[in-house]
T-cell receptor
């Protein structure tokens, strides 16, 4: 009964490959996110989807494409992997976005992370 | 342009003492702040939050203080326990939109 799950937990691949990371939440939340935590431990948002619609798209390469088949899933597909893509990727979800100050609605629940290593 | 900063990468505290973790931010539009706790190989988990209309929020051993004029918040853990050893992230948002995270402070509570 994991709230936010990600697969795989570890991913080791060669440069130039295409890979996907899957994320699912069973909390009934409307909003899902992808974060990247780089080697400096900086947790930076990449994308956010609200009810399957893209609402935040930070400056990430076009090689990264999120896909949300339904509001419980937000998958991350990465084309032509590069060495600099090596990081831990976290998926998260929250009840709603844009409702600051309402306790519980903004709180993000994170998945366990996917450690991507590009060789 | 890091809008949320945690300048202490690590902190060691004796069990039973107070742990104080600090966080500074630059964006005066931030109105909601959270602290997350992260164990190795796990995702961050929500710990405590505070809205900008308050200057203090308490939940058991955890208290968050907000000083808006200084753009500073802190997390106090009293008394500290070995199970509190983890990385603590502060995060901030404006009007409930995207959150900006600090780089985390690794807390070690020594038994």
């Amino acid at each position: 009964d994991t709230a936010v799950s990600q697969t795989p937990k570890y991913l080791v691949t060669q440069m130039g490959n295409d890979k996907s990371i899957k994320c699912e939440q069973n909390l009934g939340h409307d909003t899902m996110y992808w974060y990247k935590q780089d080697s400096k431990k900086f947790l930076k948002i990449m994308f956010s989807y609200n009810n399957k619609e893209l609402i935040i798209n930070e400056t990430v390469p076009n090689r990264f494409s999120p896909k949300s088949p339904d509001k419980a899933h937000l998958n991350l597909h990465i084309n032509s992997l590069e060495l600099g893509d090596s990081a831990v990727y976290f998926c998260a979800s929250s009840l709603k976005i844009g409702t600051s100050g309402r306790a519980g609605t903004d709180t993000q629940y994170f998945g366990p992370g996917t450690r991507l290593t590009v060789l | 342009d890091q809008q949320v900063k945690q300048n202490s990468p690590s902190l060691s505290v004796q069990e039973g003492r107070i742990s104080i973790l600090n966080c500074d931010y630059t964006n005066s539009m931030f109105d909601y702040f959270l602290w997350y706790k992260k164990y190795p190989a796990e995702g961050p988990t929500f710990l405590i939050s505070i809205s900008s209309i308050k200057d203090k929020n308490e939940d058991g051993r955890f208290t968050v203080f907000l000083n808006k004029s200084a753009k500073h918040l802190s997390l106090h853990i009293v008394p500290s326990q070995p199970g509190d050893s983890a990385v603590y992230f502060c995060a901030a948002s404006a009007f409930g939109n995207q959150f900006y995270f600090g780089t985390g402070t690794s807390l070690t509570v020594i038994p």
